[in-house]
């Protein structure tokens, strides 16, 4: 399939907005994830196994799969399916989860340490709370939170089977944590849902076919609702990460400008990752000016390995 066809299918608007943010190496790189897909990638759990014996079951049934060079634990598994890996029995008893690399990424700029509580706002299925508890070691206590009955049920399942018992599982609404449980976390994790366009594929055409510019505009209302609540449930010292998986700067940018504006007791961090596929967060979008200290944020061009994200760090003054 050609770059060209690529575009002919998906909305003139969203081409737009990825026209006007990426050069065009990036786009080749977009479009190209976007019909070829993205390699299979899985973290090893180490509450339940080991790289040893993950890489000694991989061997055994001829699955190649090389470790990540910044990630730790994190290995992609070129042109093997996610069914070749659930018929291991590492799958199986929970010592490797079949994530993202960029999924992965959130939890690590959270500062994360035994002993803290944390908030997982939207947390269903689990990756980044599984992955924030095998970091921990269980030691700290994370609450994973998700409105959705059936997503709940999923997430709770993934915590047994990964052996995550610091995780509790809370069902609020997310807009309405940071009044019940104000100054309440040390850290929080505010993964908010978005449109999703750093994780489109035309092989399902679930994400691309709902989008839409009105779409975008709810999401990112609905972000800055959570992202209020997020504040107030945060201490002050705090950090909270604030990530999607979209590209666009009105669920990025404008959400991030939107909370330097409205509380000056927060601070960005500057997040350092050093990838090709990575760039800055933007200080300005056709017209727009965004605060010149959004650069400190990130944006993960999607490519063969890796979803499109939006990460942004920030601290919360002490009082």
Known sequence: MSIKEVKNSLPEELIEILENIFTDGQL???????????????????????????????????????????????????????????????????????????SMLPPLFLDLKEDLVVLDMCAAPGGKSLYMADLTKNKATILANDVNEIRRERLNYNIEKQGANSIIVLGADGCSIGKRLNKYFDRVLLDVPCSGEGIITLKSSKVYKGWNEKKVALCSKLQKRLFDSAYNALKPGGIMVYSTCTLNPFENEEVIEYALNKYPDLRLEKINLELPNVIRGLSKYKEKIYSEEITKSIRIIPNENMEGFFIAKLVKNKE
């Open 28 to 102: 080749d790189l977009i479009y190209k994830s976007y019909y070829r897909g993205r390699n299979t990638t899985f973290r090893i759990n180490t509450l339940k196994g080991n790289t040893k014996e993950v890489m000694d079951e991989l061997s055994m049934n001829k699955i190649k799969a090389v470790n990540h060079p910044v990630l730790k634990n994190a290995f992609i598994a070129k042109g093997i399916k996610e069914s070749n890996l659930r018929r291991l029995e590492a799958y199986k008893y929970g010592k490797i989860y079949l994530q993202n690399l960029s």
